[in-house]
């Protein structure tokens, strides 16, 4: 270390303002670390070390560090942006084969191997070619002996150093938050257990949760704390599940993008909201307390329980829980309809009501009409202002509702025969569809029959219709339409339906539109299970037409049955009507009697009035939109990118699909998380489902909740000669 090598340095380091990569070659081969830093201020020429103190450079830690020498050559021949053991981690992992080529190349093969078992734990470890798998190895057993309880003496011989484990676990969470790098970890994940079957064994054992319940890179790990907290929901051990429930949020395998364990993890959630909504829930016995209570926030137990219908097909070690909350969904049914249906009288209820509310309705708004929209699916809608709750007409029958909601009513009428109920508005049959639109258009009203085949033109023609002022209404029958003809009828279904009225509401705000009011005729009552119904006998009298849910006639008996007279809604009408008490229905021919309306329940008669506006569009809303993608694509993999604006909801789950001519060409579903910022997502295509290779295909970004599509855009592709991809 004298004066003239100290010279020679800053010599030589300033020859390297023009020879860079030579002079920092020559300086790593003496032992000499040029960092980043150093690189940048010598480029500012602000004072470099080298330069300004060649003395304090030669004896700075970094002038004589073998340890920070091997990272700067592995930095070098892996041409990381910057050496760290993540980084050099997951590049060997994934790249396995031109990793080891780059490192023999530069012979730095040992000094690798050594570098990464050093950090990680390793004692024997071996050549480079058996590394991975050590490594790998290590990385598990590292983050299961940090992370549980277990006694993994048998597996002393395998496991890394112990100072190590709490490297080992902190990799496996970098893996796993890394998106690049997920499908690698999956399989990974997968051969390691395959190697050491024996660790499924060890957690599949009878062992408190708390024992396991903080590992989170095995599967099987998981696999094991689902069946428990489904043991425990459907034994009624809430707390206990609980506590499960909350050490695993948002853990790696159950998130929705990795195609794993999300079904199973979100059953159990939504069932443990349901089971604890219903634990807590203290029905009142007076009628407007019921009311009040279930449109306050009761409605949210049949809100829960659609969830759950929503997702059972796709879960898949869940399996005591369901029954569980069948039979609790069915007696909460019972419980609140039975004080309901006694307590029930069109005069005592205190609240709007459905007749006439197409009165209320202002200049320039857009009427959205959906055939049975229960009460709670109105909350499904974005963008909403307020939903407030109706008393709906009895019988709760479509074209007794429609007709009761019409404006300018002076007089409406019913009457009935064996064929059914007509019913009369001024003296005018209002029985169909057709008499209801001639009625509205009679009275200065747009009138569309059906919202799903709506168009972009014929929105454009609502929006300036609606900017001038005029009162624009659209029917649709699609709920109705699923329950009363679907064999194995499914809520499952109807989230679909909100999802394209959202997404018609969502162009015409655009197109400015400047309030869109969503109503409905009637709810409907849905039975978890078609065998549960409870038939009771039909009433005495000249009885006209019996339903499941209600029966008409003169001089009727009611029996055991509620009778009740419908003039108390300022309806004519000479007929007696006669209601099943609770869930019960009358014995009659036809199909399943799992979705039924007609009669008295909360489901039934409480309906919902909707507004979204355009002030409401900009106020909490996700907005997502696909900000950076191909135009064109040569592989079946491809990574694309989401921005997201969201001021109130946090982050949510979107759904990525791509199709052509409209199929679905993707291997797997592929979802991202979003809240405000961008994320990544990686889109896999299968070849085998496309059919033109040189083609156009679409992707789509959908809100996974509500179905509600949030941004599309068509990308170029030309497979023929295409690479694997990322």
């Given amino acids: 270390r004298k004066r003239e090598d100290a010279d020679w340095l800053r010599e030589y380091w300033l020859i390297g303002l023009t020879y860079e990569e030579v002079a920092e070659d020559v300086l790593t081969d003496i032992g000499y670390t040029v960092t980043h830093k150093e690189r940048k201020r010598l480029r500012e020429n602000d004072g470099n070390e080298i330069v300004n103190k060649p003395y304090a450079a030669l004896e700075s830690k970094d002038g004589n560090n073998p340890e920070k ?6 930095e070098k021949a892996l041409d990381l942006d910057e050496f760290t053991y993540q980084q050099a ?81 902190q990799m496996i969470q970098d893996w796993q938050e890394n998106y690049r790098y997920q499908e690698v970890f999956k399989q990974s ?93 203290n029905i009142g016995s007076e009628l407007q307390s019921i009311i009040d209570e279930y449109s306050d926030s ?80 109105a909350y499904d809608f974005e963008k909403i202002d307020e939903v407030k709750p109706l008393l709906g007409v009895l019988p709760s029958k479509t074209n007794v509702g429609m007709a009761s909601m019409l404006p300018d009513i002076d007089e409406l009428s019913i009457k009935g025969s064996e064929d059914g109920l007509q019913v009369k508005i001024n003296d005018s049959t209002m029985d169909s569809k057709s008499d209801r639109i001639s009625y509205l258009e009679d009275r200065g009203w747009d009138v569309y029959s059906n919202l799903e085949k709506l168009n972009t033109e014929d929105l454009e023609e609502i929006a300036e219709k609606a900017r001038s002022g005029n009162k624009v209404l659209i029917y649709s029958q699609s709920i ?18 909100i999802g394209k009225a959202q997404s018609k509401a969502d162009k015409l705000l655009r197109k400015g539109v400047e309030q869109i009011v969503v109503t409905t005729d009637h709810g409907f009552l849905y039975k978890p299970d078609e065998s549960e119904s409870e038939p009771v006998d039909k009433p005495e009298g000249n009885l006209l037409k019996c339903g499941p849910r209600y029966a008409f006639g003169t001089d009727l008996d009611a029996g055991n049955n509620i009778q009740i007279d419908i003039t108390e809604y300022d309806i004519k009408t000479d007929l007696d009507f006669v209601f099943p008490k609770s869930l019960g229905i009358f014995s ?79 291997k797997d579903d592929v979802y991202s998380s979003i809240g405000s910022g961008t994320s990544k997502a990686i889109i896999n295509l299968d070849t085998s489902s496309i059919e033109n290779q040189t083609g156009k295909i679409k992707l789509a970004v959908f809100d996974d909740e509500t179905n509600v599509r949030l941004d599309s855009k068509e990308i170029d592709i030309n497979l023929l000669y295409g690479g694997d991809g990322l």
């Fill in 480 to 497: 109705d339409l699923l329950g009363e003809n679907l064999e194995n009828i499914s809520l499952s279904h109807f989230n679909n339906v």
């Fill in 588 to 666: 009659t021919p036809g199909r399943g009697r799992r979705f039924l309306h007609g009669g008295i329940s909360v489901q039934e008669l409480i309906t919902p009035y909707a507004v979204l506006s355009d002030d409401s569009r900009t106020s909490g809303r996700l907005k997502v939109a696909i900000s950076d993608a191909p135009d064109e694509v040569g592989s079946p993999q491809f990574q694309i990118e989401l921005e997201g604006t969201q001021s109130k909801l946090g982050e949510k789950v979107v759904r990525i699909e791509a199709t052509q001519y409209g199929n679905k060409i993707t």
């Fill in 189 to 281: 994940e997968k051969e390691f257990r395959k190697r050491y079957p024996g660790v499924e064994d060890l957690v599949s054992k009878d062992i408190d949760a708390e024992t396991i319940w903080n590992v989170k890179g095995i599967k099987a790990v998981d696999e094991i704390l689902i069946k428990k907290t489904d043991d425990l929901l459907a034994e009624n051990r809430y707390k206990e599940a609980s506590k499960i429930l909350d050490k695993r949020d948002g853990i790696f395998w159950s998130l929705k993008h990795t195609n794993t364990h999300g079904p199973d993890w979100q059953y159990l959630e939504i069932s443990r909201k349901l089971i604890t909504g219903l634990e807590e829930l």
């Fill in 69 to 74: 020498t091997d990272h700067f050559r592995i």
């Fill in 89 to 169: 981690t997951l590049k060997f992992i994934k790249d396995t084969e031109s990793t080891i080529e780059s490192l023999e190349d530069s012979n730095l093969t040992e000094d690798f191997v050594r570098t990464l078992s050093g950090h990680y734990g390793l004692s024997n470890a071996t050549d480079i070619s058996e590394f991975k798998e050590e490594l790998i190895d290590a990385l598990f057993l590292g983050e299961l002996a940090e992370k549980s309880e277990l006694d993994l003496s048998s597996y002393s011989n395998i496991l890394p150093e112990e100072q190590a484990w709490s490297k080992c676990a």
């Fill in 298 to 377: 009761v409605w949210e137990i049949d809100r829960l329980y659609r969830k759950t219908s929503e997702i059972i097909d796709d879960v898949e070690f869940v399996r005591e829980t369901p029954s569980s909350i069948r039979y609790a969904y069915k007696k909460y049914l019972r419980d609140i309809n039975d004080k309901f249906s006694e307590e029930f009288s069109p005069e005592d209820a205190e609240m709007d009501e459905q007749l006439s509310i197409l009165d209320s309705v202002e200049d320039g708004s857009v009427v959205f009409i959906l055939d049975a929209l229960r009460y709670e699916l």
